[in-house]
C-alpha cells in the first residue's frame, strides 16, 4: 500500500522531469515519485545507472503509456572518461581489473578514435546491464562471478565530442565527452571502448544525462524540489502529449468513436499524433494505415 501523503492525487496524471541525484537507482525515483503521486500507477522513461545524475523522465497515471515513446527517444550526456584502466563494470563503481599508462596518448589520438565511435556501429553491451541471459539479468550473472558474453546489437551515436582532455595522477588521462546517442546506447560501453582501442584500458567515472528527447535539464527538477509542490507532475498528460506528437483536434463525434477504441478517417498526418478531444484532454495517440487513423494506445477512454 502506498502511504498516504499531502499532496492531492493526480487524476490523470503527467510527466514528472526529475533531476535524478547521484547514488540512487531508477527504481528509487519511481517510489519516491509513487509516495508524492499517492498511486502505484508510476514509471520511468530509460533507466539511469546509480552513479548516473540527470534527466529522468516518469510518468504517472495513464501517462505511463507513454513512457514508450520516451524510452525510444534520442538521448544526449556529458560524461567522463577515465583512461589508463578497466573495469568489471566499465564504471567507477567496479573492481579494476588492469591498468596501463595513458601518459602517452595523444588528444589527436583520442579524436581518432572517438570518431571511429560515431555513427551507426556495432556496440556490445557492458556486462553489467540489465540485459536479460536465459531469463536473468547480466549483472546478476557477472556478480555471481560467471562470465558474460553478450551480442552486438546496432546503436547510432550522431554526437560523440571531445572538450577538455587532463591528465590524472598514476598515468591516467581524464576526458570530457558529449554525447547524444539512440536509445539503448551503453555510454559505459563508448569508455570502455576507446580505452580498447588505444590499448590502455577505459572507464566512465561520471556521467549526466542533459536531454531525453525534448526534455532537458532546463525544466528538470530535483527530488527535494518535487517534495514542496502539491503535486509532482510537472507536465500534465495533454501538454506531455502535444510535446511528444503531432496533434489533430477531433470533434464530440470523433471524440466518442476513438474513446471506444475505433479509428477516424485519415487525414494525411505522417507517423504517430495525438488526437484531442473539444474538451483539450487527449484521447489517443494514432497511427494512419490503410485510409484510417487507427490507436495505437488510448489515453481517455470514453465513458
Same mark, same amino acid.
Given at each position: 500500500?502506498?502511504?498516504?501523503?499531502?499532496?492531492?492525487?493526480?487524476?490523470?496524471?503527467?510527466?514528472?522531469?526529475?533531476?535524478?541525484?547521484?547514488?540512487?537507482?531508477?527504481?528509487?525515483?519511481? #517510489?519516491?515519485?509513487?509516495?508524492?503521486?499517492?498511486? *502505484?500507477?508510476? &514509471?520511468?522513461?530509460?533507466? @539511469?545507472?546509480?552513479?548516473?545524475?540527470?534527466?529522468?523522465?516518469?510518468?504517472?497515471?495513464?501517462?505511463?503509456?507513454?513512457?514508450?515513446?520516451?524510452?525510444?527517444?534520442?538521448?544526449?550526456?556529458?560524461?567522463?572518461?577515465?583512461?589508463?584502466?578497466?573495469?568489471?563494470?566499465?564504471?567507477?563503481?567496479?573492481?579494476?581489473?588492469?591498468?596501463?599508462?595513458?601518459?602517452?596518448?595523444?588528444?589527436?589520438?583520442?579524436?581518432?578514435?572517438?570518431?571511429?565511435?560515431?555513427?551507426?556501429?556495432?556496440?556490445?553491451?557492458?556486462?553489467?546491464?540489465?540485459?536479460?541471459?536465459?531469463?536473468? *539479468?547480466?549483472?546478476? @550473472?557477472?556478480?555471481? &562471478?560467471?562470465?558474460?558474453? @553478450?551480442?552486438?546489437?546496432?546503436?547510432?551515436?550522431?554526437?560523440?565530442?571531445?572538450?577538455?582532455?587532463?591528465?590524472?595522477?598514476?598515468?591516467?588521462?581524464?576526458? /570530457?565527452? /558529449?554525447?547524444?546517442?539512440?536509445?539503448?546506447?551503453?555510454?559505459?560501453?563508448?569508455?570502455?571502448?576507446?580505452?580498447?582501442?588505444? &590499448?590502455?584500458?577505459?572507464?566512465?567515472?561520471?556521467?549526466?544525462?542533459?536531454?531525453?528527447?525534448?526534455?532537458?535539464?532546463?525544466?528538470?527538477?530535483?527530488?527535494?524540489?518535487?517534495?514542496?509542490?502539491?503535486?509532482?507532475?510537472? @507536465?500534465?498528460?495533454?501538454? #506531455?502529449? #502535444?510535446?511528444?506528437?503531432?496533434?489533430? /483536434?477531433?470533434?464530440?463525434?470523433?471524440?466518442?468513436?476513438?474513446?471506444?477504441?475505433?479509428?477516424?478517417?485519415?487525414?494525411?498526418?505522417?507517423?504517430?499524433?495525438?488526437?484531442?478531444?473539444?474538451?483539450?484532454?487527449?484521447?489517443?495517440?494514432?497511427?494512419?494505415? &490503410?485510409?484510417?487513423?487507427?490507436?495505437?494506445?488510448?489515453?481517455?477512454?470514453?465513458?
Amino acid at each position: 500500500m502506498v502511504p498516504v501523503s499531502k499532496h492531492a492525487p493526480p487524476g490523470p496524471g503527467g510527466l514528472v522531469v526529475v533531476d535524478k541525484p547521484g547514488g540512487m537507482t531508477s527504481h528509487d525515483v519511481v #517510489a519516491r515519485v509513487r509516495r508524492l503521486a499517492r498511486t *502505484r500507477r508510476v &514509471g520511468h522513461g530509460g533507466t @539511469l545507472d546509480p552513479m548516473a545524475t540527470g534527466v529522468l523522465v516518469v510518468g504517472v497515471e495513464r501517462a505511463t503509456r507513454l513512457l514508450t515513446y520516451v524510452i525510444g527517444s534520442t538521448k544526449r550526456y556529458s560524461a567522463t572518461i577515465r583512461l589508463g584502466e578497466a573495469t568489471v563494470t566499465d564504471d567507477a563503481e567496479g573492481e579494476v581489473t588492469a591498468r596501463a599508462s595513458a601518459a602517452g596518448i595523444t588528444e589527436d589520438q583520442v579524436r581518432a578514435e572517438l570518431a571511429n565511435l560515431t555513427g551507426e556501429i556495432e556496440q556490445v553491451p557492458s556486462a553489467v546491464s540489465a540485459i536479460k541471459i536465459n531469463g536473468q *539479468r547480466a549483472y546478476k @550473472l557477472v556478480r555471481a &562471478g560467471e562470465d558474460v558474453e @553478450l551480442a552486438a546489437r546496432k546503436v547510432t551515436v550522431s554526437r560523440l565530442v571531445l572538450g577538455d582532455l587532463r591528465p590524472a595522477d598514476g598515468g591516467r588521462l581524464d576526458l /570530457d565527452v /558529449d554525447v547524444e546517442c539512440s536509445s539503448g546506447t551503453y555510454i559505459r560501453a563508448i569508455a570502455r571502448d576507446l580505452g580498447t582501442a588505444l &590499448g590502455v584500458g577505459g572507464h566512465l567515472t561520471a556521467l549526466r544525462r542533459t536531454a531525453v528527447g525534448a526534455f532537458t535539464l532546463a525544466e528538470a527538477l530535483g527530488l527535494e524540489a518535487l517534495s514542496e509542490r502539491d503535486n509532482p507532475v510537472t @507536465l500534465p498528460l495533454p501538454a #506531455a502529449a #502535444a510535446r511528444f506528437f503531432p496533434r489533430r /483536434d477531433a470533434d464530440a463525434d470523433e471524440a466518442r468513436v476513438l474513446g471506444h477504441g475505433g479509428p477516424l478517417d485519415a487525414i494525411g498526418i505522417a507517423g504517430p499524433y495525438a488526437v484531442f478531444g473539444p474538451d483539450g484532454e487527449v484521447i489517443a495517440v494514432v497511427s494512419e494505415r &490503410g485510409g484510417r487513423a487507427k490507436p495505437e494506445i488510448v489515453l481517455t477512454p470514453a465513458v
